[in-house]
Structures are given as C-alpha cells and as structure tokens.
C-alpha cells in the first residue's frame, strides 16, 4: 500500500520559511519522479515543483521560481519543499505526488500517488 504522508505546513507572515516533507511507503522511491503541487478551495490543482528520480533534473513553476526549492533523499524515502520570502498568495493546501517515468513533470495527470496534503498560510 502507497502511501504519501505530507508535514510542515503551518502558519507564517509573510517573507517567511517553511520547509514542507514528504514521506514514502509502500513504493520503490528512487524510481519515481516527485511533484509538490497546490490547492485553493474553488480552484484547480496547480504545478508548484517537481524532481527526477535522480534529483539530477528540478522544475518550478514561474511563480514560485527562485523561493522555492525542491529536494529529495532517496536513502530516507523523502521529497522537501523548502519555501522562502513567502507571500500570501502561496496561501494553499499543497500536496506531494509520486509518478512513475519521465516527463512531463508539470501535469496532474502525470502522478500516481498523491499525498492528504499540508495547509500552508502565509498572512501578511
């Protein structure tokens, strides 16, 4: 049984960090490409950032590019998001997902496994 389990969310002002972890079980991790994505109630899953299975290969999505950073430790079976100069429109429930393959990193449908989800609430 896949499991995904996400922690670190909380409450933070904003021009805050936050470091997002993800855990894995039940798949051979080094195998799978890593995505953190996010979600606003009333709107669409939306690409945050995403990993090879190597770690060799990192995207971002425009908004985030150049605050966030992803990471992930094959050895511990873990993805992170570390989230810096946090503003509130980073406001959201984000979400890890496991895929098997390549690219594309970007898409929701390109994940597998999803995780329940942290809230992160970044407050001016």
């Known amino acids: 049984q896949v499991q995904l389990a996400e922690s670190g969310g909380g409450l933070v002002q904003a021009g805050g960090s936050l470091r997002l972890s993800c855990a894995a079980s039940g798949l051979a991790f080094s195998s799978y490409k890593m995505g953190w994505f996010r979600q606003d109630p009333g709107k669409e899953r939306e690409f945050v950032a995403a990993i090879s299975w190597s770690g060799g290969s990192t995207y971002y999505a425009d908004s985030v590019k150049g605050r966030l950073t992803i990471s992930r430790d094959n050895a511990e079976n873990t993805v992170y998001l570390q989230m810096n100069s946090l503003k509130p429109e980073d406001t959201a429930v984000y979400y890890c997902?496991?895929?098997?393959?390549?690219?594309?990193?970007?898409?929701?449908?390109?994940?597998?496994?999803w995780g329940q989800g942290t809230q992160v609430t970044v407050s001016l």
């Open positions: 997902a496991a895929g098997s393959g390549g690219s594309p990193y970007r898409w929701v449908s390109a994940y597998r496994y």
